[in-house]
């Protein structure tokens, strides 16, 4: 069935460091590929989207490229900040899994002055 | 705002008494969901409503049961919570028909069971 598999975390990281959460997927259709972002005590908030191969997300300095090839939706930002700590989770949804999203099991960022 | 609203954020309830969680949507969504999210896990879809179509996961336990009373309004009915059902509880809405349309959550309740 459809699935995402995401980077462990927790990650720590520099003000102003360079950010990567890997996120590969598993589907039979042509999924929709999302970056939700919670803050503590807080639901979900979609971070980016991407609905097709190639298409590139992006949202207050995060980017992620959908890649069929590699099955793939990186996370990048190229500088953090102290405000972006939080939990990232990958997610998925394609015409075939009945209206589902399916989420990765979220990856902590702590970003440190 | 269009919105997905829960109410309460927070809801503390004793062992093996029914608690109500609810949920509403400004967004007029024909899709609503559940999902229980323990610490540092994933969001777990407990079910969905395709409109008036109610969609159970094959593991959530009979212990959770779900109503729509309307497009608006979703509730999710814990019948005899136990300790293992602490948790964020959080609703989302999504538009089906509308193509890659993403879900729109709520701010979660965060149950506590005493």
């Known amino acids: 069935g459809d699935s995402v598999t995401q980077m462990e975390g927790p990650v720590t990281l520099s003000e102003e460091a360079f950010l990567t959460i890997n996120c590969t997927y598993t589907a039979t259709g042509y999924p929709s590929l999302f970056w939700y972002v919670q803050y503590p005590g807080e639901g979900l908030q979609l971070l980016l989207k991407a609905t097709k191969a190639d298409d590139k997300g992006s949202n207050k300095g995060f980017e992620a490229t959908y890649r069929k090839e590699t099955t793939s939706f990186h996370l990048e930002k190229g500088s953090v900040q102290v405000s972006d700590s939080a939990v990232y989770f990958c997610?998925?949804?394609?015409?075939?899994?009945?209206?589902?999203?399916?989420f990765g099991t979220g990856t902590s960022l702590t970003v440190i002055p | 705002d269009a919105m997905v609203i829960q109410n309460p954020r927070y809801q503390v309830t004793q062992f093996g008494k029914p608690v109500t969680l609810s949920c509403s949507q400004t967004?007029?969504?024909?899709?609503m969901y559940w999902y229980q999210q323990k610490s540092s896990q994933a969001p777990k879809l407990l079910f969905h409503y395709y409109d008036k179509d109610f969609n159970n996961e094959a593991d959530t336990p009979d212990n959770f049961q779900s109503r729509r009373p309307n497009t608006s309004f979703c509730f999710l009915d814990i019948r005899s919570p136990g300790l293992g059902d602490a948790a964020m509880y959080l609703c989302?809405?999504?538009?089906?028909?509308?193509?890659?349309?993403?879900?729109?959550f709520g701010q979660g309740t965060r149950l506590t069971v005493v």
């Open positions: 989302a809405t999504s538009r089906e028909g509308l193509k890659n349309t993403e879900a729109f």
């Open positions: 997610a998925l949804t394609a015409a075939n899994t009945g209206n589902q999203f399916y």
């Open positions: 967004l007029n969504h024909n899709v």
